[in-house]
């Protein structure tokens, strides 16, 4: 799947990422992550992307983002919004797939493979796009939550796909405590 020559970036979904190690049961250690990709290529950039509430004082997510920025990721970030739907409950919305999709098109020149850590099913037309422009698109996530937590499109259009739950051995670690996206 992977080259020695090939340059690699790396794009995290965080708030997918999250939700989708969650569901497997095991939080993922970043350091691990970094150096396993750093020895299947030229690694040129790893982005994070995560929302973090406007109004919080203290946002769990924030000793995370700080301790990625001084180890080697970008980080991309934007203010979250709460909001209450129409049943009552409150919910957050902070998407970043635009994000996502302008900094994938902005490496896709200088870079062979772009291995994206998110399921979303909005990311299928990013992929072909990618894919036109002669890169080679590895998609990370899992079939084996119950939901499964990527969608069949995505799964269908990547080059390859890297079930999530199969480098819990290699960048896995045990749920924490404190809940990060």
Do not use: C
């Not at 259009?157 to 990060?180: H, P, Q, W, Y």
């Amino acid at each position: 799947m992977f080259y020695k020559d090939e340059k690699l970036a790396i794009l995290i979904d965080g708030s997918n990422l999250f939700a989708a190690t969650r569901a497997l049961g095991f939080d993922i250690d970043f350091r691990l992550l970094r150096q396993e990709f750093m020895q299947k290529g030229r690694l040129l950039r790893m982005i994070y992307y995560t929302a973090i509430l406007e109004n919080d004082e203290y946002s769990p997510v924030r000793p995370l983002v700080d301790w990625l920025q001084y180890n080697g990721y970008s980080m991309v970030t934007k203010n979250a919004k709460e909001f209450t739907d129409a049943s009552g409950r409150k919910k957050i919305k902070g998407d970043m797939d635009v994000e996502v999709a302008v900094d994938a098109m902005e490496l896709a020149p200088h870079v062979d493979h772009i291995v994206l850590f998110s399921g979303d099913g909005n990311f299928r037309a990013l992929v072909e796009s990618l894919q036109r422009s002669g890169v080679r698109v590895s998609v990370v996530s899992t079939v084996r939550s119950q939901p499964s937590m990527i969608s069949d499109e995505l799964r269908r259009k990547a080059d390859n796909f890297i079930e999530l739950e199969d480098l819990k051995s290699v960048m896995g670690r045990a749920l924490s405590e404190v809940a990060t996206a």
